[in-house]
């Protein structure tokens, strides 16, 4: 059964003195008494709490009424309904101030600054007006998309620990396979993304000597376990594999490669040929990076 607010904080409370009780010992049963009631008086380690209701966020548009793209508007729609094994990643009606961003971004064609609280939905915002754009260039002009290698936008966080929580919203959002099917077949590429940061496997200049240190932990773990889930053998190992898989594109933490294998390659393998050319790694038609 489920605590209520009043006791969740009173078991809070509870622990706090506890602990405090268990770490810092006293003998004398008289000083015993004395802290305990000194710990449960207000000011002390706790305060009396005070309980703010935050109205719910008022819904918008739906995504057909916002006169979008006829491409734009069946990719939004098609990322918010359950295809398959693909589940509900944006809702129909949106917040009001989603739904403006897409109006003012993709309709009016005009920049905007959004303020509002925590878990409003600030990141939808912008990753969706950025989909938005990706996509009706992809439609519009399918060719330049496909061929040219060009940075389409760039997100910037202050801290690098948001960096690596949204790289997961990336994931899940531009990496759905919806997504990268509808711009694969228009184009013969998927989207691409990638992080820069301290965290980034490779900085700099690429060489083959930084490929077997830096690219390395990639087969270590993820093609590793790739691997194990698409074995033949039905074992343990092979259904432990598909299921921290699963867990890990749910939450965004599985790389998005249209097929990861492939794009590293055997563990065999060279990693240049004769000329020096890269054979591995390597950002092609039909792969998503």
């Known amino acids: 059964m489920s605590l209520t607010l009043t006791e969740t904080i009173q078991q809070l409370h509870q622990v706090l003195c506890d602990y405090i009780e268990a770490t810092y010992h006293i003998s004398d049963p008289g000083l015993v008494k004395q802290r305990q009631e ?7 380690i706790h305060q009396q709490p005070y309980l703010e209701s935050t109205p719910r966020y008022k819904t918008g548009t739906r995504y057909e009424e916002i006169n979008l793209d006829p491409q734009v508007q069946e990719t939004f729609l098609s990322l918010s309904k359950k295809e398959g094994d693909s589940e509900i990643l944006i809702h129909n009606p949106p917040y009001q101030h989603q739904a403006d961003a897409l109006r003012k971004t993709l309709v009016e064609k005009k920049s905007l600054v959004v303020m509002t609280g925590t878990g409003s939905g600030k990141t939808e915002c912008f990753l969706l007006p950025i989909l ?20 389409r936008a760039i997100i910037l966080y202050p801290m690098n620990a948001l ?18 099917e509808k711009i694969c077949n228009i184009t013969g590429r998927p989207i ?28 270590k773990y993820y093609v590793k376990h790739l691997e194990a889930a698409q074995s033949m053998e039905d074992t343990e ?12 594109k749910s939450r965004g933490k599985w790389p998005a490669k249209y097929n990861l294998r492939e794009w590293y390659g055997s563990s065999n393998a ?10 591995r790694c390597l950002t092609h038609k039909m792969t998503q990076n």
């Open 38 to 44: 000194l710990l449960h008086l207000p000011g002390v």
């Open 270 to 279: 060279r990693w240049t040929d004769n000329d020096g050319k890269f054979l």
């Open 237 to 248: 190992n092979k259904q432990a594999a598909e299921r921290l898989m699963s867990e890990l």
């Open 192 to 219: 691409r993304f990638a992080r820069y940061t301290s965290r980034t496997l490779y900085p700099g200049v690429r060489d083959k000597i930084k490929d077997q240190v830096r690219l390395k932990p990639i087969h």
């Open 132 to 151: 938005g754009k990706l996509v009706k260039e992809a439609c519009d002009s399918p060719k330049r998309f496909g061929d040219t290698t060009a940075v």
């Open 163 to 180: 960096v690596n929580d949204q790289l997961g919203r990336l994931r899940l959002l531009y990496g759905d396979p919806r997504i990268t």
